[in-house]
């Protein structure tokens, strides 16, 4: 009885001196300025960094030493104690880490700054390993957090092992042919026989007369759907023209024997006619012609838009060509992602795969279950998450962000559905199973505490997705505790029927064609279930059961059922087809053979070069899987694009620039694999006894993916930035055929056909297709290159990687405009610091290389 009334006298007292406190808090955070700050990037000669936040107090009120913490997100580890011992950093879960001032943090007075310096596990790489999404939270005032809003991050100059300069840029860039337009093949992505009448030959639209249409009934919508982009043209001219156009007729017919998504197209100084036999082929002969048209047509008013006369036969490569989009670790909104759609079907790209669920956020709204999106959809300020998720990747303490918070209402994924269904293009939508799930857990949790509270345990424990006995203790690879799903339990089974009942149901009102949906796989970590109730309950009754890795093969092949009794396949990361063995007294996986008869597509993606698993996916394949090559190496848009501290992105799998993607060889990836993880030059002896493509290996190839993780992607501008102009590289190889240079056997044959091709794909892109992307749908926001330079004989000389963007250059230490002096030759070097940016059609500009003394650019 004392040790409960000593308890409730000291409860007392800090409740009254939390309320003293929240009173007294009159401290401004607006007046808090950080910057992170990278000091030494091999701290003490080992291989981590030492990095400091510098806080200083703007305002005229001091910040107290301590009664405070500061959160912030980020996808590295720490040391605990700070260096500057003034701090500890703890993790609280996922990417969430609280900062507590110690005894040895002084209070800041206005106008003073202070250090918090601390160990980073790993060398700091990029812009992109800085903390993000700082925020406060008074110990007064737990439930309320408030973001610091002025955040900088330092500029550094790294000198790690790997790092890409301009002068590198430069020199790789000389190998660039510089091709005259009129020379460029004038369809995108490269069609299989592509041939121009010859010069002068030109169809010429401009203030068309009445259309006649002479096509099958079977393309209205195809004939309809040019007629009225060529009249969206003629509406950005000007009416003072003298010359009529020369189009007279449409014509789209049917051909038998053309394949599914092919087609030919003729165009004649008079007509345009399409031969496919179905509207798919049809709608990809419209694709093609679209990029036929110069793009300057779609900027200012031209007087005349002429198209070549050309007989064009196309067919693609692949028949799953996929762009997979994660909405879940932060959101997109619905207009992105019908602009998203607009791209790929204009490149011909057939199927979005919908990253819906995940740790961070569930982001479709299904009547069924409304906790999903009423709690799993919301991000803010939490340290039990029985309402919304914490803060992740930077998304803050404010529920009402937009990038944490937000979901697709049912109409909204309608409307999503339709408008791919209108552009032949699938949407896959991805239920991230068992592991990454922790938004749908909580979210269950929710609607159990609600129950629970109105009387009704039966229906609370219907789906509930976690054993809340469970005394299991794991960490998952992003280093959640409690993220995995309790696949033993009977109420995950009514979770997931229901789950499909309501997604189906959503793509029925839509019209739209579901096939399979995709119940992720990827990365549940060990000792997870190990003590759960429910698996021990279930071992018992099932002794086909002998360990947790046996409850992998009951759950999938409980949910194939259930998607199979609705007509439905089953899709997944690669782990879903896997079996854990043991080899040689090491753990190891090998194909299951148990589903391999189930028609189970399966999306690979680890062939991290010297983890181990180059050829994972080639051995699926050859078991008998279908395979969808989502190769890290060569296809993840996430990916920063090389080695530079101010390009952002991940870098853990690979360095991703445009030229992985182009030069992918989907059945032979290992043959140009030439730098490892860390954009060190490759040794080859790793890839000695790993398995190559069969014939029939080659025959489960189903096509190619590129992936879109959203961890670093906080904005519509920079979901651009990482996709384009890469999502060109991988409409290239997913439609064309495989190229000469692929399957030529001599190595030096090979470099002079790749270097050829790749100058004209580059071509392409610098005077065609980027002037497209800048004004097409209003514009994409793609990246566009810093540029090379290399200091010869006193003088600067300047490329860029895509010829026909426009390079500026200033001499007086400020950063290039659009109105800066362009780039026509080599300049003269005086001293001091020189500037050199590539700029688009419209004044855009990329990242800036930097000459001189004094540079602080990589």
């Not at 701290?43 to 913490?69: C, D, F, Q």
């Not at 198209?307 to 909104?333: G, S």
């Amino acid at each position: 009885m004392r040790k409960i009334f000593t308890t409730m006298l000291v409860a007392a007292f800090f409740m009254s001196t939390a309320f003293t406190l929240h009173q007294d808090i009159k401290f401004n955070i607006a007046d808090l300025h950080i910057t992170w700050q990278v000091v030494d990037n091999n701290y003490m000669n080992r291989h981590r960094a030492l990095t400091a936040l510098i806080i200083t107090n703007s305002g005229h009120e001091v910040l107290p030493a301590g009664g405070w913490k500061f959160y912030f997100n980020s996808g590295r580890g720490f040391s605990e104690q700070a260096v500057s011992n003034n701090a500890k950093i703890k993790q609280v879960n996922g990417d969430l880490y609280s900062i507590t001032p110690t005894d040895g943090f002084k209070e800041l007075k206005p106008g003073a700054s202070t250090r918090i310096e601390y160990i980073n596990d790993d060398p700091v790489v990029n812009a992109t390993d800085a903390p993000e999404g700082i925020y406060l939270v008074w110990d007064a005032q737990p439930e309320k957090g408030y973001s610091i809003t002025s955040f900088n991050v330092e500029p550094y100059k790294p000198t790690y092992q790997g790092l890409i300069t301009p002068e590198i840029v430069f020199d790789r860039n000389k190998n660039i042919t510089d091709i005259p337009a009129d020379q460029l093949t004038k369809v995108f992505p490269t069609p299989a026989s592509y041939q121009e009448a010859g010069a002068g030959q030109y169809l010429v639209l401009n203030n068309p007369a009445p259309v006649a249409g002479f096509s099958d009934k079977k393309f209205e919508k195809e004939s309809r759907l040019l007629t009225d982009y060529i009249i969206s043209l003629d509406n950005h001219k000007s009416k003072n023209e003298t010359k009529p156009g020369s189009l007279k007729s449409i014509v789209i017919k049917y051909k038998e024997g053309i394949n599914a998504e092919g087609y030919e197209l003729s165009i004649t100084p008079t007509g345009i006619h399409i031969f496919a036999s179905t509207n798919t082929g049809a709608f990809y002969a419209v694709q093609s012609l679209k990029t036929m048209i110069p793009p300057a047509a779609l900027a200012d008013p031209k007087k005349n838009i002429e198209i070549p006369c050309a007989e064009i036969k196309d067919e693609p490569r692949f028949t799953y060509r996929a762009v997979m989009l994660d909405v879940a670790r932060n959101f997109q909104p619905k207009k992105q992602v019908l602009k998203l759609l607009e791209a790929m079907s204009l490149y011909k790209l057939n199927t979005l795969h919908l990253h819906l669920t995940d740790d961070e956020g569930w982001r479709l709204e299904l009547p069924s279950l409304p906790e999903l999106t009423s709690v799993g959809a919301k991000r803010g300020h939490t340290l039990d998450s029985k309402h919304f998720l914490p803060a992740s990747h930077g998304s803050g303490p404010d529920v009402n962000n937009t990038v944490g918070t937000g979901f697709y209402s049912r109409a909204d994924y309608i409307e999503i559905l339709r408008y791919a269904t209108d552009r032949h293009i699938a949407v896959v939508p991805e239920i991230e199973t068992p592991g990454h799930a922790r938004a749908p857990i909580k979210a269950m949790d929710a609607r159990y505490d609600r129950l629970m509270a109105e009387g009704k345990k039966a229906e609370a424990e219907k789906y509930l997705l976690r054993d809340l006995n469970d005394k299991s203790e794991y960490r998952s690879v992003q280093y959640w505790n409690d993220n995995v799903i309790d696949v033993s339990l009977p109420s995950t089974y009514n979770f997931v029927a229901t789950v499909v009942d309501d997604v189906a149901a959503l793509y029925k009102e839509a019209g739209a064609p579901l096939q399979t949906i995709h119940f992720g796989g990827d990365e549940v970590p060990a000792h997870v279930w190990e003590k759960s109730p429910a698996y021990l309950a279930l071992k018992a009754s099932h002794p086909e059961i002998k360990g947790t890795n046996d409850l992998w093969y009951y759950f999938y092949g409980r949910v194939n059922d259930i998607l199979k009794a609705k007509g439905l396949l089953l899709s997944g990361w690669e782990e879903m087809a896997l079996r854990k063995t043991m080899l040689d007294g090491h753990p190891t996986y090998v194909p299951n053979p148990d589903f391999t008869k189930e028609h189970l597509q399966a999306d690979v993606w680890n062939n991290v070069l010297g983890d181990g698993q180059e050829d994972l996916a080639y051995r699926l394949a050859n078991a008998g899987y279908k395979v969808v090559l989502t190769c890290v190496t060569n296809l993840y848009f996430d990916m920063a694009s090389y080695k530079s501290f101010d390009e952002p992105g991940y870098y853990w799998g690979a360095f991703l620039g445009i030229d992985k993607f182009y030069s992918f060889i989907p059945f032979d990836y290992f043959k140009n694999a030439d730098v490892d993880k860390n954009g060190n030059p490759i040794n080859r002896s790793l890839f000695i006894g790993k398995q190559r493509l069969t014939d029939y290996g080659k025959g489960n190839i189903v096509g190619l993916q590129g992936a879109l993780w959203a961890e670093t992607v906080k904005s519509t501008e920079r979901m651009d930035y990482m996709i384009f102009p890469r999502l060109l590289a991988l409409a290239e190889r997913a439609w064309a055929a495989d190229p000469q240079w692929a399957t030529e056997t001599d190595p030096a044959k090979a470099k002079q056909e790749y270097e050829t091709a790749w100058s004209g794909f580059l071509n392409v892109l610098g005077k065609r297709e980027l002037p497209r992307l800048s004004y097409y749908e209003g514009g994409y926001n793609y990246r566009i290159p810093k540029p090379g330079i290399s200091l010869q004989d006193g003088k600067y000389l300047s490329n860029v990687d895509y010829p026909g963007l426009t390079i500026r250059y200033t001499t007086n230490g400020k950063e290039p405009d659009d109105k800066s002096k362009i780039y026509t030759g080599p300049v003269n070097y005086n001293g001091g610091v020189i500037k050199f940016r590539a700029f688009d059609v419209k004044g855009r500009g990329g990242n800036v290389a930097e000459g001189g003394s004094n540079s602080l650019n990589p």
